[in-house]
């Protein structure tokens, strides 16, 4: 399976423009972890790793940390970006993971899973996961585009960012190679909560992390091009397409705004979706 992030020039793109991943959701995790696990924290994987923007948040919290992705060009942007002795970050699909039996106390998949051949991939993660280890599988709700204090002006430029997610993108959101489930714009939390089933007995869902991210318009329009939706849209168009429809989008937005400036700044709501799960 081709990652859909192989081209240097998406990784980099993903790389500065997509938002962070808070802090807080691995916060969530370890303290749902050490409920009833007290031995050492010795190592973590993140699988799925990108470029190593939900790895960084492990830090400090195990003594080794391995980050796997299918895409080399993430994993070369990933060793760029945290470059740490505690830290490695490897080649590797998420259904054969480089890692011994037994050895790990959390595996950490930040918005990636809707990827992968998930039976599979749990069978690797309780091969791999100490008694009372936890998985952690998390996305996050695409971003509700507002204006400080203008609820018209809100809806008018909200409505066009999702003008595009659901219209102009709507053929060429994702569907897992495995299951055949659509990977859309709207449906990712019903996905990640429903439809995947943890492997483990014991789980919760947390769903208070979220934060609001100030950005310019600019910044908005290059995050809409790092979706995979976007990307797909690139390689079947061409990057002329994907150029016109980001310079469209901003024309749009500026003009709802009544501003000439694409570095007006709006804000973001960005939600998230925890799904923890223990194996016994």
Same mark, same amino acid.
């Given at each position: ?6 081209? !240097? ?36 994987? /993140? ?21 796997? /992705? ?135 869902? /947390? ?8 950005? !310019? ?26 150029? /016109? ?36």
């Amino acid at each position: 399976m081709k990652s859909i992030w192989s081209a !240097t020039s998406e990784v980099t793109k993903y790389s500065s423009k997509r938002p962070e991943h808070p802090p807080a959701i691995v916060d969530k995790v370890l303290s749902f972890l050490q409920k009833k696990y007290s031995g050492p924290m010795s190592r973590a994987v /993140d699988v799925g790793c990108g470029t190593g923007m939900s790895t960084c948040n492990l830090f400090t919290k195990f003594d080794n940390i391995l980050g796997v /992705d299918l895409s080399e060009a993430m994993i070369e942007q990933a060793k760029k970006n945290f470059a740490k002795d505690s830290v490695e970050f490897k080649v590797s699909g998420a259904e054969s993971l480089p890692v011994e039996d037994c050895s790990v106390q959390t595996v950490l998949v930040g918005r990636a899973i809707h990827y992968f051949d998930q039976k599979t991939f749990f069978g690797e993660v309780n091969r791999i996961l100490v008694p009372g280890g936890v998985l952690a599988y998390y996305s996050v709700h695409f971003p509700t585009v507002f204006v400080h204090q203008d609820e018209e002006k809100s809806k008018l430029v909200n409505d066009i960012f999702w003008e595009y997610m659901d219209t102009y993108l709507e053929k060429y959101w994702p569907r897992n190679a495995f299951d055949g489930e659509l990977i859309g714009s709207r449906n990712r939390r019903d996905y990640y909560v429903n439809v995947v089933k943890p492997p483990f007995a014991e789980t919760e869902v /947390d769903e208070t992390v979220s934060y609001d991210r100030e950005v !310019t318009l600019a910044d908005l329009a290059n995050e809409l091009d790092t979706y995979s939706a976007a990307v797909k849209h690139r390689e079947d168009k061409g990057d002329k397409a994907g150029d /016109d429809m980001i310079k469209e989008f901003l024309r749009k937005a500026k003009e709802a705004l009544g501003v000439d400036s694409d570095q007006k700044k709006v804000m973001t709501k960005n939600s998230f979706y925890v799904v923890m799960t223990r194996k016994c």
